[in-house]
């Protein structure tokens, strides 16, 4: 049974205070599967969930340009963005598997584009830009287990 979740921030700092919600109750090897257009706020919060982490490192793996890992005190953060890749293969090729069985949390943003890669149990993430709204953001989480929002 899926759990949805759904939000409008009304900013950038709204978007990444919902992402520490978020965050404090993610486990090891959690996936986010995120999908919505360019601008939409996908990467603001990821950054909110790495601040939240604790995150004092920041590494560009050398090899795959498309995955960034951040190294947190007691959680790696494994952010992937797909939007130049093809299909779910490609990420799979460049070893994919390994990074799920790592106890990281791994963010993937453009997830529909490598649908074929992303786990079933992966919490999904909709992004979209709220119409007549410039800081409008329009956030929807499909979670395989409860989350709770509430303070
Ligand atoms: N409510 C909001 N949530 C997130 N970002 C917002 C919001 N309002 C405005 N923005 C702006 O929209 C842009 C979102 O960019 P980004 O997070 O990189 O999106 P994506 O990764 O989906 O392309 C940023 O410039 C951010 O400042
Ligand atoms: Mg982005």
Do not use: C
């Amino acid at each position: 049974m899926m759990h949805e979740y759904h939000f409008f921030t009304h900013s950038p700092e709204e978007t990444t205070l919902l992402a520490t919600k978020m965050a404090a109750q993610l486990l090891p090897g959690d996936v986010l599967a995120m999908r919505g257009n360019l601008a939409s706020g996908k990467t603001t919060f990821t950054q909110g969930l790495t601040s939240y982490f604790d995150i004092a490192e920041y590494a560009l793996s050398p090899t795959f340009t498309y995955i960034n890992e951040y190294h947190g005190k007691s959680q790696d953060v494994i952010h992937i963005d797909a939007y130049r890749l093809t299909s779910g293969a490609e990420l799979i090729t460049m070893g994919i598997w390994e990074y799920y069985e790592s106890g990281a949390i791994i963010v993937i943003e453009w997830a529909d584009i490598v649908a074929a890669a992303i786990p079933e149990d992966a919490i999904g993430m909709s992004f979209r830009a709220v119409a007549g709204e410039d800081n409008g953001r329009e956030i929807v989480i499909h979670s395989p287990r409860l989350l709770s929002f509430f303070e």
